[in-house]
């Protein structure tokens, strides 16, 4: 179940899933007051973060799936008048060694790139792979694993939701990461920004939600991922 939540008022309020109504014995939807608009039109999406250890290439399939169902879920009950959403899905992760030796997981995620994206329940994924940054597109960064560590990752996706955030041309932007280091990004993106933000991640709760505007951002856990 996709879960909107919003711990620094104490309640909680299911959304809907992809295919399922709700009983009535689950809670009401959320509010229109509380409904942060249409669906977003790009995610950016840490893969590391939903899928962080495979060690085989089923199960990195695994995981590739995984996402793919997760940004549906968010994606599906935004849609507008029952028009197909169109989602570009950048996917970051430690792509290259210091050398520009491209990683494992990059080479299975290429190889199986076509289990992502697509047209199902009136939701197109379009999926990327972020080996730059979306302002400098020429700018392949290398080193982004190293020591078996994700390195610069974490930045630039925070650059990018702030380059997207403040081109005017996205309503809402889904970030799919469990990391609190993209926690500043999204102050910034409150401040200077019309914006919205939908964060999906794992955790209910984090020490510095206290400064997100709730009207702005919509924090969102989803039992799929865990």
């Known amino acids: 179940m996709l879960r909107r939540i919003s711990h620094w008022r104490g309640r909680r309020a299911a959304l809907p899933t992809i295919g399922r109504t709700p009983p009535d014995s689950q809670e009401s939807p959320p509010s229109d007051e509380a ?7 790009v995610a950016l999406i840490d893969v590391a973060s939903v899928y962080p250890s495979p060690k085989t290439e089923a199960e990195y399939c695994d995981g590739i799936d995984l996402i793919d169902e997760l940004v549906r879920r968010v994606v599906a009950p935004r849609r507008v008048d029952q028009n197909v959403a169109e989602v570009v899905c950048r996917l970051y992760g430690g792509w290259y060694a210091h050398d520009g ?4 997981q990059r080479v299975w995620l290429l190889k199986n790139i076509k289990r992502f994206g697509g047209l199902r329940s009136g939701v197109r994924l379009i999926p990327e792979l972020a ?3 979306t ?8 080193g982004t694993y190293k020591n078996k560590a994700q390195k610069m990752v974490d930045h630039m996706l925070a650059l990018d939701s702030l380059y997207y955030a403040r081109s005017g041309d996205h309503e809402n932007v889904l970030v799919v990461s469990d990391d609190e280091d993209f926690l500043p ?3 910034v993106i409150n401040t200077d920004t019309s914006t919205k933000v939908c964060w999906l991640r794992q955790r209910s709760a984090l ?3 206290r400064y997100l505007d709730i009207s702005r951002v919509e924090l969102l856990i989803d039992s799929a991922w865990v």
């Open 35 to 41: 409904h942060l608009g249409g669906p977003p039109s």
């Open 101 to 104: 030796t491209p990683m494992q």
């Open 131 to 133: 080996d730059s940054l």
């Open 135 to 142: 302002y400098v597109p020429r700018a392949i960064l290398w």
């Open 185 to 187: 990004a999204i102050l």
């Open 207 to 209: 020490t510095n939600d």
